[in-house]
């Protein structure tokens, strides 16, 4: 273990050089007294986890709220305007409903939870909601000066500056007993309204001066003595002296009187910068555990704590019971407070109706699709000037790779991750701290959201749920010559998808979904970068782009459907299967999503719409694209007849039994089979009265397929490699269907689709269906 810690320190040295983090805080083993006595107590307890937790020996930590020098201005003005607007949504009332859920509880371990989800939801503003209702003390801990709302520096920096965990643990104490005592003295009508990007606001900076000032005058007089109480207290200040609970139980007393829920909030948002782990001696601690320790005592006092952060590191939050801070926790004679990550989705979205006037001109504007998925965007969107919102493409291109992307030489694994999987569903096979890692980076720098943290703190799920203009941004990394006035990496599509699939504990498909998918949005992109338009003409994207361009048969599409039009930028994965519904999938073409069905889905593994005359999303002028992928060796043309059968449009539902016909694209991807591309064109008829085209594509050539050109190899590769979701929604009802919401059109369920689609449009759905 000793060499093996060695060899990373020096692989670290090479690699830190010229980074903003020190190279001398690196450490060595054999040198250091407290590191090698943590490594015998690991061999002892047969458990490394403590080392592998150790800041020293993990990469240096990104900051994920940089605002990017590109128009910088513009930027921060946005930013700052965005917070002055209404907030919109019912995430604070999800919040106090969790919060209210589990305080007073016996079992419980302490009245504090993790607030955890990725950049741009709105965590800060939830909080800020929830304030305006509830008495709460807002702390910003934020490690740098970057980020909205701002950091409160002079906390933040007293906070981090204990050496020793009881030295630590003290200016924990000092900070929570004169914050209470100051809250006391200020009336809450003291605080402003409005706040600044560049600092907090005036009233804030002094109220924290004054903290920090009282706090360091008790160290003073304690002179470094150990502040003895880390269990909890009673509830009457007469029965104890710990400093903290004193000065709790006097300000609650003069707070509004509460029963049942908690009187008191303290909000410790970007709680990450406390988390990183020291070893004294044998013993590892942090900021965060020490703090964990004091409020802990505070646990029968009408207070209750928050920590926000963007990490989904479960452990630096809410430890597994293996790594408990406490026995009763890790007998589970208690047990901790689930994380809250139920923030919402589609909040500030322009909903739509199927009225017979949407088109695709209008939902593929700008002025649209910035509104739909995260609130960030939207609300930046609106706040900003003209040169910013010409510009909300670019910026969220930076936020999903969290990089200036004009200064950037390459793009690393998890953001080349970042970028193909907001194009195609990508899942994660976490359940474990190793495979998790990969996961937890995607929520805690590239948006990935996270719909739920099991109980027991093991595992995550998370998606990277459809937000269209997240994918337009993937798209213009993923394509370069999408945006000629800037240098920027290049991007090997295939090649990234190989090293994602080998890098990364992904779910791979069991038939080669994932590269259908795949070659399916690279004829897509090509057809744009050519036309410059996000609504393709239908013939050179099947003809020219995908499939090639000399079969005779797919020449007569252009013939057949000379008007017709394509739309779409990412898939959207499907839980249940009466998602493949006709009007849902003109809904979902809104966004921009096509659809890979549910597993084990009868006949049909992915769908595409197209509209066969003009750019109108109505029923009436609907087209299909269905397609179906086999990896299986066993699978070759001989058995195409009984497989386009299959695909029969009232069989599987997508069309209901009074429907009329629509024309319908049927592809079968049979990606381990001999290359031959054959088309079969079928006029329309009594049995089936609209054109059908019939597109065997066997194997993996670029005589085929031109979108494989000289990556054959790769492609080959890639299928080699090939070869219980309702639970997840379930919880209290709004909860359920804040979380629902953040998976837009994953499902039937009305929180899939409410926040923006209207409920006369609904209804009518669910009348059809």
Same mark, same amino acid.
């Given at each position: 273990?000793?060499?093996?810690?060695?060899?990373?320190?020096?692989?670290?040295?090479?690699?830190?050089?010229?980074?903003?983090?020190?190279?001398?805080?690196?450490?060595?083993?054999?040198?250091?007294?407290?590191?090698?006595?943590?490594?015998?107590?690991?061999?002892?307890?047969?458990?490394?986890?403590?080392?592998?937790?150790?800041?020293?020996?993990?990469?240096?930590?990104?900051?994920?709220?940089?605002?990017?020098?590109?128009?910088?201005?513009?930027?921060?003005?946005?930013?700052?305007?965005?917070?002055?607007?209404?907030?919109?949504?019912?995430?604070?009332?999800?919040?106090?409903?969790?919060?209210?859920?589990?305080?007073?509880?016996?079992?419980?371990?302490?009245?504090?939870?993790?607030?955890?989800?990725?950049?741009?939801?709105?965590?800060?503003?939830?909080?800020?909601?929830?304030?305006?209702?509830?008495?709460?003390?807002?702390?910003?801990?934020?490690?740098?000066?970057?980020?909205?709302?701002?950091?409160?520096?002079?906390?933040?920096?007293?906070?981090?500056?204990?050496?020793?965990?009881?030295?630590?643990?003290?200016?924990?104490?000092?900070?929570?007993?004169?914050?209470?005592?100051?809250?006391?003295?200020?009336?809450?009508?003291?605080?402003?309204?409005?706040?600044?990007?560049?600092?907090?606001?005036?009233?804030?900076?002094?109220?924290?001066?004054?903290?920090?000032?009282?706090?360091?005058?008790?160290?003073?007089?304690?002179?470094?003595?150990?502040?003895?109480?880390?269990?909890?207290?009673?509830?009457?200040?007469?029965?104890?002296?710990?400093?903290?609970?004193?000065?709790?139980?006097?300000?609650?007393?003069?707070?509004?009187?509460?029963?049942?829920?908690?009187?008191?909030?303290?909000?410790?948002?970007?709680?990450?910068?406390?988390?990183?782990?020291?070893?004294?001696?044998?013993?590892?601690?942090?900021?965060?555990?020490?703090?964990?320790?004091?409020?802990?005592?505070?646990?029968?006092?009408?207070?209750?704590?928050?920590?926000?952060?963007?990490?989904?590191?479960?452990?630096?939050?809410?430890?597994?019971?293996?790594?408990?801070?406490?026995?009763?926790?890790?007998?589970?004679?208690?047990?901790?407070?689930?994380?809250?990550?139920?923030?919402?989705?589609?909040?500030?979205?322009?909903?739509?109706?199927?009225?017979?006037?949407?088109?695709?001109?209008?939902?593929?504007?700008?002025?649209?699709?910035?509104?739909?998925?995260?609130?960030?965007?939207?609300?930046?969107?609106?706040?900003?000037?003209?040169?910013?919102?010409?510009?909300?493409?670019?910026?969220?291109?930076?936020?999903?790779?969290?990089?200036?992307?004009?200064?950037?030489?390459?793009?690393?694994?998890?953001?080349?991750?970042?970028?193909?999987?907001?194009?195609?569903?990508?899942?994660?096979?976490?359940?474990?701290?190793?495979?998790?890692?990969?996961?937890?980076?995607?929520?805690?720098?590239?948006?990935?959201?996270?719909?739920?943290?099991?109980?027991?703190?093991?595992?995550?799920?998370?998606?990277?749920?459809?937000?269209?203009?997240?994918?337009?941004?993937?798209?213009?990394?993923?394509?370069?010559?999408?945006?000629?006035?800037?240098?920027?990496?290049?991007?090997?599509?295939?090649?990234?998808?190989?090293?994602?699939?080998?890098?990364?504990?992904?779910?791979?498909?069991?038939?080669?979904?994932?590269?259908?998918?795949?070659?399916?949005?690279?004829?897509?992109?090509?057809?744009?970068?050519?036309?410059?338009?996000?609504?393709?003409?239908?013939?050179?994207?099947?003809?020219?782009?995908?499939?090639?361009?000399?079969?005779?048969?797919?020449?007569? $599409? =252009?013939? #057949?459907?000379? /008007?017709?039009?394509? !739309?779409?930028?990412?898939?959207?994965?499907?839980?249940?299967? %009466? @998602? &493949?519904?006709?009007?849902?999938?003109?809904?979902?073409?809104?966004?921009?999503?096509?659809?890979?069905?549910?597993?084990?889905? $009868? =006949?049909? #593994?992915?769908? /595409?719409?197209?509209? !066969?005359?003009?750019?109108?999303?109505?029923?009436?002028?609907? %087209? @299909? &694209?269905?397609?179906?992928?086999?990896?299986?060796?066993?699978?070759?043309?001989?058995?195409?007849?009984?497989?386009?059968?299959?695909?029969?449009?009232?069989?599987?539902?997508?069309?209901?039994?009074?429907?009329?016909?629509?024309?319908?694209?049927?592809?079968?991807?049979?990606?381990?089979?001999?290359?031959?591309?054959?088309?079969?064109?079928?006029?329309?008829?009594?049995?089936?009265?609209?054109?059908?085209?019939?597109?065997?594509?066997?194997?993996?050539?670029?005589?085929?397929?031109?979108?494989?050109?000289?990556?054959?190899?790769?492609?080959?590769?890639?299928?080699?490699?090939?070869?219980?979701?309702?639970?997840?929604?379930?919880?209290?009802?709004?909860?359920?269907?804040?979380?629902?919401?953040?998976?837009?059109?994953?499902?039937?369920?009305?929180?899939?689709?409410?926040?923006?689609?209207?409920?006369?449009?609904?209804?009518?759905?669910?009348?059809?269906?």
């Amino acid at each position: 273990m000793l060499m093996i810690l060695n060899s990373v320190i020096s692989v670290g040295q090479k690699y830190q050089k010229g980074s903003t983090r020190v190279v001398d805080t690196l450490v060595d083993p054999i040198e250091d007294e407290g590191l090698r006595n943590l490594l015998v107590k690991c061999y002892e307890t047969k458990s490394y986890r403590d080392i592998r937790c150790l800041e020293i020996y993990h990469a240096p930590r990104i900051s994920y709220d940089t605002v990017f020098d590109h128009e910088f201005d513009a930027q921060v003005q946005a930013i700052e305007q965005s917070w002055q607007t209404k907030f919109s949504g019912n995430s604070e009332e999800a919040l106090w409903d969790h919060i209210t859920g589990h305080f007073g509880r016996s079992d419980i371990y302490a009245h504090f939870a993790a607030i955890v989800q990725s950049s741009g939801m709105g965590k800060s503003r939830t909080v800020d909601e929830l304030s305006k209702t509830h008495f709460t003390i807002a702390m910003n801990l934020r490690s740098n000066d970057n980020g909205f709302p701002p950091r409160d520096k002079e906390l933040a920096e007293f906070l981090t500056e204990g050496s020793t965990n009881t030295s630590a643990y003290n200016r924990v104490c000092f900070l929570l007993e004169a914050l209470f005592e100051q809250t006391s003295k200020v009336i809450l009508a003291e605080f402003p309204d409005g706040q600044k990007l560049k600092a907090p606001n005036e009233f804030r900076v002094r109220f924290y001066h004054n903290v920090i000032k009282n706090a360091k005058e008790k160290m003073k007089f304690k002179n470094g003595t150990a502040i003895e109480s880390k269990v909890p207290v009673r509830a009457s200040p007469g029965h104890g002296n710990f400093g903290p609970a004193e000065a709790c139980h006097t300000l609650i007393q003069v707070l509004p009187k509460t029963s049942h829920t908690p009187a008191l909030l303290l909000a410790f948002d970007e709680a990450h910068a406390l988390t990183m782990p020291v070893v004294s001696g044998d013993v590892m601690w942090s900021i965060f555990s020490e703090l964990w320790y004091s409020l802990r005592a505070l646990k029968p006092l009408s207070c209750f704590s928050v920590f926000l952060s963007t990490t989904g590191t479960i452990s630096q939050f809410s430890s597994s019971s293996e790594a408990a801070f406490s026995d009763r926790l890790f007998h589970h004679q208690l047990s901790l407070i689930p994380p809250f990550t139920d923030i919402g989705f589609d909040s500030i979205a322009k909903k739509l109706s199927l009225d017979h006037t949407l088109n695709l001109e209008k939902v593929t504007d700008l002025a649209h699709i910035t509104y739909l998925g995260r609130p960030l965007f939207g609300t930046l969107y609106d706040a900003g000037d003209p040169t910013f919102q010409m510009g909300i493409r670019d910026y969220a291109a930076n936020k999903l790779i969290m990089a200036d992307l004009f200064h950037l030489k390459d793009l690393s694994k998890d953001q080349q991750l970042a970028c193909l999987a907001q194009r195609i569903p990508i899942e994660f096979n976490s359940t474990h701290y190793i495979p998790l890692t990969g996961e937890v980076k995607q929520v805690e720098g590239h948006l990935r959201v996270c719909l739920q943290i099991d109980p027991e703190f093991q595992s995550m799920f998370t998606v990277s749920a459809s937000e269209p203009l997240l994918s337009e941004a993937a798209y213009s990394i993923m394509n370069p010559a999408s945006l000629t006035a800037h240098q920027q990496p290049s991007f090997n599509v295939p090649q990234a998808m190989k090293a994602v699939l080998e890098g990364f504990s992904i779910h791979q498909g069991e038939r080669g979904e994932l590269l259908a998918m795949l070659l399916l949005t690279i004829a897509r992109d090509n057809t744009v970068s050519a036309s410059s338009s996000s609504i393709l003409d239908l013939a050179p994207f099947l003809c020219r782009n995908l499939f090639s361009k000399d079969n005779a048969v797919l020449q007569d $599409l =252009a013939h #057949d459907f000379p /008007n017709a039009k394509v !739309h779409f930028n990412h898939f959207v994965k499907a839980h249940e299967y %009466g @998602l &493949i519904d006709a009007n849902r999938l003109l809904l979902l073409a809104t966004r921009g999503a096509a659809l890979q069905c549910a597993n084990n889905q $009868l =006949a049909i #593994d992915c769908i /595409n719409i197209f509209l !066969h005359k003009g750019t109108m999303l109505t029923k009436s002028n609907l %087209g @299909l &694209i269905l397609s179906q992928m086999k990896n299986d060796r066993n699978v070759s043309v001989k058995h195409k007849d009984t497989l386009f059968a299959s695909m029969n449009p009232y069989i599987t539902r997508i069309l209901k039994s009074n429907d009329p016909p629509v024309p319908i694209i049927k592809i079968i991807f049979a990606l381990a089979a001999t290359p031959l591309l054959e088309v079969v064109r079928k006029a329309p008829s009594p049995e089936y009265n609209a054109v059908v085209y019939e597109i065997w594509c066997g194997g993996l050539s670029p005589a085929c397929l031109p979108v494989i050109g000289s990556e054959e190899g790769t492609w080959k590769a890639l299928l080699q490699a090939s070869y219980h979701w309702q639970k997840l929604y379930s919880g209290w009802l709004l909860n359920a269907q804040l979380r629902r919401s953040m998976n837009p059109g994953a499902a039937c369920d009305d929180g899939h689709w409410s926040r923006w689609i209207d409920e006369e449009s609904l209804q009518y759905i669910s009348s059809e269906s």
